[in-house]
């Protein structure tokens, strides 16, 4: 049988390498019971590359396709609906449960919404690549342990262009 207590940790490591994002990890044994947090129900935090860092000049809408600024917008009639996206990789994790996770962003949006997570088994692209992404948008994913996504596209589709 499992111990509940390595289940758990083991879960929490593997967000924290699938997030990328540098949170500390969970300590062994902890003091007192952790006590919810407003952070748990936040999205998930972008990438840490700086948003005017990227060089977005010449980057087309696709034809039929959505800027990240309209899925955002757009969410609540788009959920569940297939979408297509042109942008530019920022970040990329490879392998993590069998999936690799790619952030596209494509220069529109805000400080909050400017970035699209896309999950697929397709090989991960160079970041700086300009690609075309399609797939089904999933709304408000909580992936658990305050890992959710206002929008994402799992079993997403990337093609470099």
């Known amino acids: 049988m499992s111990n509940p207590l390595t289940s758990g940790l083991v879960a929490i490591a593997l ?9 500390p990890a969970t300590p062994a044994v902890a003091a007192k019971p952790a006590e919810p947090s407003a952070a748990a129900s936040e999205a998930h935090p972008q990438p840490a590359a700086a948003f005017t860092a990227v060089d977005f000049s010449g980057l087309k809408k696709a034809d039929g396709g959505l800027t990240i600024a309209e899925l955002y917008a757009g969410k609540g009639q ?12 920022v970040k990329t994790r490879a392998n993590i449960m069998g999936k690799n996770w790619v952030h596209v962003r494509d220069g529109t949006g805000g400080s ?19 690609v075309l992404v399609s797939g089904a948008l999933s709304t408000d994913r909580d992936l658990g342990l305050g890992y959710r996504y206002e929008i994402l596209i799992e079993d997403g589709k990337i093609k470099v262009e």
């Open 78 to 89: 788009l959920s569940g609906k297939p979408v297509l996206v042109r942008g530019k990789v």
């Open 15 to 23: 967000l924290v390498v699938l997030a990328g994002c540098g949170k």
């Open 112 to 130: 909050t919404s400017s970035d699209l997570t896309v999950i697929t088994t397709d090989a991960p692209p160079v970041v700086g690549s300009t």
